[in-house]
């Protein structure tokens, strides 16, 4: 699993003109899975993400977590980020998980995020044609795979 996660002042995901999903500060967690993916993934990947202390402090350095700031999560699931382009310029997709496998994980994902945060979870849809949009704060963005754990 990777998610690639941005610290935000506000993001929303759009789906069809209508806002399907939407936070102030928190984070936008762009989150793709692949066919070897599994709950011990999710379960590390997930603490690792409401546990990133990325949010400024009184002095200014990045030392608060999500919850010390009371920020929200907007999920937005994302197969691309496993394309492989090792290969001409059109990318592969081939280690992204098909539908069957990655629904699950994905909804298994928010209903962690939201143990974790004690907040629901905003997000988008699975497969959905989406307009993500977003204001990162700082900017920070950090990436985490969850293959590269040990």
């Not at 069809?16 to 989150?31: A, E, K, M, P, Y």
């Not at 993934?41 to 350095?61: H, N, P, V, Y």
């Not at 929200?72 to 997709?93: E, M």
């Not at 962690?112 to 979870?121: A, D, N, V, W």
């Amino acid at each position: 699993m990777i998610a690639v996660v941005q610290r935000v002042s506000e993001a929303s995901v759009t789906i069809d003109g209508s806002i399907s999903g939407q936070i102030n500060t928190g984070l936008l967690v762009l989150l793709g899975i692949t066919h070897l993916d599994t709950a011990e993934d999710l379960e590390w990947l997930g603490k690792k993400i409401t546990g990133l202390r990325i949010f400024s402090d009184q002095e200014g350095k990045m030392n608060l977590d999500l919850k010390s700031v009371d920020g929200d999560i907007l999920l937005v699931s994302q197969f691309t980020l496993h394309a492989s382009t090792k290969k001409g310029n059109r990318p592969s997709f081939i280690e992204a998980a098909r539908p069957e496998v990655a629904i699950p994980l994905y909804e298994q994902m928010i209903t962690f995020l939201q143990e974790q945060t004690g907040k629901p979870i905003q997000c988008g849809k699975f497969g959905a044609d989406m307009k993500v949009a977003l204001l990162n704060d700082g900017p920070v963005t950090i990436v985490i795979d969850s293959k590269n754990r040990i």
